[in-house]
């Protein structure tokens, strides 16, 4: 096992580590692909908060991130379906057929699936952002850099949003588990055939060394995820780069 | 899902600051007493409380208060929207949605409940026992929430039920099992900020009994942490359970979950999109009201605040 | 360090600064005068919570409105008026800042993550409009001014590499990199140990000659404004209670709050080594008393002192300077002792 040697599969009689690359792809497009989605949207809307605390954006974020923590995530993922697929027809109900098909039909057949699954984390890192921010514009080299006359834009977005993204970066490393869990529930929801879907058919055939499989890729995606957390870290914070000397 | 510990805004108190215990509190009647609890809960959490509390009456008396049979098959007006008759409309084979979601409470009840008390008296335990005797215990037990929460619980929760089989029993199982970690890492270190308070060093040194200091000096201090943390594990039960129920390897049809409701009406919604939309928006009311408890109490329980009343 | 008043470069008249968190707005700063002439060296003392930093950072453009709200009959810098909010802009298409603050904890006043060369060129660029290689070069001439030895290979450094007094001179080099014609400095050696303040302080009395550069430099600690001052302001619950030239307040204080300052700290020029501290503690700022707002401290207040404010009257006949009591130039010490 620790030669990376996870056996066969009993259902299908081939060697599980090819069985799962073959699924990875999927999975890692759409984990990569909220990942993404959610830094683009919830840092700036964390921002949004934090500049205009006690605000309308700032209360607006409050009550749609604690309603979005208590949606789970294949209803979420069915209502998309209703909205945009059944009622719209903006998206296909049927998306991972569109994938290769050129770049906006393949854009548009991942799009639901990751809204879904970057709906809850964008919660909780706005929520993450909105605190950092605040503790940071709290700091007196904010104040240094406005007596500067430095513009409100810069010093929000360059001197503050840097140190403000140390604590940012460690929640979406530590909710790359909690995404890459969704995306066993997202991948039913949406039939997209990657991990999760092969885990499902795996636990329902009784397939042990795939399960174990997946249980300890997901694990050591989730510990290597965390270790380039830590190399981040090195870039964000000078203080961490030479250690604390 | 993580939780991110957000400033306590209190704007969201609305009912004002916490009350501390003062000797008016103390000789109050019950009802007054009541009444000041929930004042000094806020307006949110209460309805949230009342919520779930509304939840449990229909839980317990779902065979009482469901209009219909839940799981009987009744042939006529299948995949019918919300009408006066059957308000949450008929599924696939007839049956009264409102009535699969009210039995349905009993499930997610029971999983939550189950959940809850079985994590919080093991990982309880485990964590006051870590923070208290530190050393070699404290490290194995970390090591071992680590390596439980590198695993993500959904994952985790479904490995598990792969090996036990599915059911309600081993559902609960398999939830406990994610849950213990997180509660046993905040009741630990909710007991070690709390040993080495003053009060607690000095009973140890003039040599009190361990398991006394831990019990009078240490325990209704982490209870206050462990509390807020039950209304989070209740939560994800919930949420974890309809994920499973919905995947199809939690409770199994014909009992009625909301998980696989959802998961039944899924092919329909083209046709029928209420018969997912129903159950769904139950999970989500009921999760909403329990996180907006634990807001409250976590504002309640925030030792600054609770500082100001001693 | 000499005065020139008859050429002001900063004028304040009537300063008014009250924070609202949502509620009733809470008035922190009552009032204030404040002049400044062309490279005069003037100080503001005062306990910790008198509005000392408040009107320093008023005056600067930094408080964050709302919660702030500043209003003034007269704020400007070399007739450039500085009520419009914001940090002043140099007029007339000069380059710089008219104006420029340093803080009380060099240790958090840099941000930690930026090279303090960035920190400097950043200025150099956005604000005096240089190219970036003349800014590297400048920030290297800045660096050596203030005394940062191989300035040259510092600039890569970051802020947590240097000693505190090190980062203070950074942030001087930061506030000189503007060019200002007025420095507010708040408190700059209070976190400092005492031979290192006393090198600060000499740096900034160099600076400022060389300059003639104009300086509100603001300190609890009466010996270290007098070190580097030639007109005080003694600030007490947001107001101005007295001011004159150093040398006539401190020798013969009008105000009772300045007396008991003066007997609470040790000799002037010498630095403070105990804190002795007057009895009692400021009024808090939302629930002020009656009248003067030092009466409750007072040991020579009477029923008119808790009644009515008193006016801000000259210390002497003829002299220059105000005191703002009804009992000025009866002595506490006369008294017996504070309450
Ligand atoms: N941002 C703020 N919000 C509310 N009150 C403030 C704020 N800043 C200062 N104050 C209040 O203004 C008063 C004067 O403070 P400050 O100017 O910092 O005193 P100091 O003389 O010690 O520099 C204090 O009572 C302080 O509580
Ligand atoms: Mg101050």
Known sequence: MLTGDLGQSVRSLQPVTSVLGERLPVTGLLAIGATLLTIVVAVPLGILAA????????????????????VPSFFLGILLLIAFAVNLRWFPVYGYKQLGEGVWPSIQGIALPVVALAVPQTAVVARMTRASMLEVLSQDYVVTARATGLSRLRVYYRHALKNALIPIVTVVGLNFGALLGGTVIIEQVFNFPGLGTLLINSVNARDYSIIQGIVLLFGAAYIVINLSVDIVYAYLDPRVRYGQS | MARVDIQADPTNLAGGMPLPDSPTVAVA????????????????????????????????????????????PASIDTLAGPSGAHWFGTDMYGRDVLSRVIVGAQVSMVVGFAVTIGSLVIGGLLGLVAGFVGGLVDRILGQLTDVL???????????IVAMLGSGI?????????????????????????????????????????????????????????????????????????????????????????????????????????????????????????????????????????????? | MTATVDTPLL?????????????????????????????????????????????GRAIMGILPTPPARTTAKRMEIAGQDLRGGGVPEAGDGHQGQPIAMIFQNPFTALNPVFRVGSTLTEALVKRRGMSRSDATAEAVRLLDRVRIPNAKSRIRNYPHEFSGGMQQRIVIALALALEPRLLIADEPTTALDVTVQAEILELLREIQTERTMGMIFISHALGVVAEVVSRVNVMYAGRIVESGPVG??????????????????????????????????????????????????????????????????????????TASCHHAGESLVAEGATR
Not at chain 2, 186 to 215: C, D, E, K, W, Y
Not at chain 2, 223 to 249: D, K, N
């Open chain 1, 51 to 70: 500049v205009r605390k006690r605000k309308f954006a700032d209360r607006a974020l409050l009550v749609t991130s604690a309603l979005s923590l208590a």
């Open chain 2, 29 to 72: 009647t019950g009802r007054q007493r009541l009444v000041a609890g929930l004042r000094s809960l806020g307006v949110l959490p209460t309805i949230g409380l009342v919520v779930v509390l509304l939840l449990v009456v229909v839980a317990v008396f779902a065979p009482l208060i469901a209009p219909f049979d839940a799981t009987a």
């Open chain 2, 149 to 159: 929460l590198a695993v993500p619980g959904i994952l985790l929760a479904i490995a």
């Open chain 2, 169 to 310: 029993r081993n559902v609960c199982i398999a939830l406990t099992i994610g849950q213990i970690p997180l509660m046993l890492r905040v009741v630990r270190s909710a007991t070690l900020s709390i040993s080495q308070r003053p009060m607690v060093r000095a009973a140890r040194a003039i040599g009190a009994r361990p398991s006394r200091v831990l019990l009078r000096h240490i325990a209704p201090y982490v209870w206050g942490t462990a509390v807020v943390q039950c209304t989070f594990t209740f939560a994800h039960a919930i949420l974890y359970e309809a994920g499973l129920s919905f995947l199809g390897i939690g409770v199994q049809p014909p009992e009625p979950t909301w998980g696989n409701m959802v998961s039944e009406a899924r092919a329909f919604i083209g046709s029928q999109p209420w018969n997912a939309i129903f159950p769904g928006l139950a999970i989500v009311v009921v999760v909403l009201a329990i996180n907006l408890v634990g807001d409250g109490l976590r504002d309640l329980a925030d030792p600054e605040s609770r500082g100001r009343g001693r």
């Open chain 3, 11 to 55: 004028t304040v008249e009537d300063l008014r600064v009250s924070f609202a968190y949502g509620g009733r707005p809470v008035e922190v700063v009552h009032g204030v005068d404040l002049s400044v002439g062309v490279g005069e060296s003037v100080g503001i003392v005062g306990e910790s919570g008198s509005g000392k930093s408040v009107t």
């Open chain 3, 248 to 321: 006539s307040v401190y020798d013969d204080p009008k105000h009772p709050y300045t007396q008991a300052l003066l007997l609470a700290a040790p000799k002037v020029g010498q630095f403070r080594t105990r804190t002795f501290g007057i009895p009692g503690s400021p009024p808090d700022p939302s629930s002020p008393p009656p009248g003067c707002a030092f009466h409750p401290r007072c040991a020579l207040a009477t029923d008119v002192c808790r009644d009515t404010v008193p006016d801000v009257r000259p210390r002497l006949a003829g002299g220059s300077g």
